[in-house]
């Protein structure tokens, strides 16, 4: 009778050293995630706040093109984008969404970052609608899609956006400037374009449409 000989499975585990190099490898591999998700962070919530500005003046056109009305554009409280329809008759106004940027990004300028290549500001500032005048600023699209200021004259103008306080230094900058964006708005046209700041080049040349 022929026998048939079974291997026995090992009883031998992990050695220390294996568990240990394991370990350690697996420690690298989260420091270097930890680092990466660490550096894309402002980037990220610098296109969402990007995007709440985005939304916002693109709704505020198509409303004062489908409802015949003007649709003004406030930025309040520093980081909250309004849309208010203009009554007729006036002067009331009603409000019809008022959506916050998330994050702790703000509307504010980045020490030292110039103007987008549009040019729109004459001064870099947060809120650049050069010819308009309130507290907030008045500025609107009025039912022929155009964006104009108090006076009904056509207003080119620039938002700027970032986490606070941030101050921009070549070669020696955080990674929270990389949270800058910009946002303008042709009034001739009511064309509305974005602009992310990827941290290279010279002025105007770091400011890179999207």
């Not at 998330?102 to 980045?110: H, N, P």
């Not at 964006?147 to 606070?164: C, E, K, R, S, W």
């Not at 064309?191 to 990827?198: M, N, T």
Request: glycine share 12%; proline share 6%; net charge positive.
């Amino acid at each position: 009778m022929t026998r048939v000989h079974r291997r026995r499975p090992s009883d031998a585990g992990y050695s220390l050293i294996e568990m240990m190099f394991t370990v350690g490898i697996l420690g690298v591999l989260g420091s270097m995630a930890v680092v990466s998700i660490g550096g894309s962070r402002p980037g990220a919530l610098g296109d969402g706040a990007m995007r709440v500005v985005l939304s916002q003046l693109n709704t505020a056109r198509e409303l004062a093109i489908t409802q015949r009305k003007n649709m003004r554009v406030t930025f309040t409280n520093g980081n909250t984008v309004s849309i208010l329809r203009e009554e007729v008759p006036g002067p009331t106004l009603t409000t019809l969404s008022a959506i916050p940027m998330e994050g702790g990004l703000q509307v504010t300028t980045v020490t030292n970052l110039a103007d987008t290549p549009d040019a729109f500001c004459l001064s870099v500032s947060a809120i650049c609608f050069p010819t308009a005048t309130g507290t907030p600023l008045e500025v609107k699209f009025r039912p022929d899609g155009t964006f104009v200021n108090q006076d009904g004259a056509i207003l080119n103008g620039t938002i700027f956006v970032a986490m606070p306080n941030q101050v921009f230094v070549v070669g020696h900058s955080s990674n929270n400037v990389l949270s800058a964006r910009a946002i303008t708005i042709q009034g001739s046209t009511g064309r509305v374009r974005g602009y992310k700041f990827d941290g290279s080049g010279t002025a105007p040349g770091y400011w890179k449409p999207v």
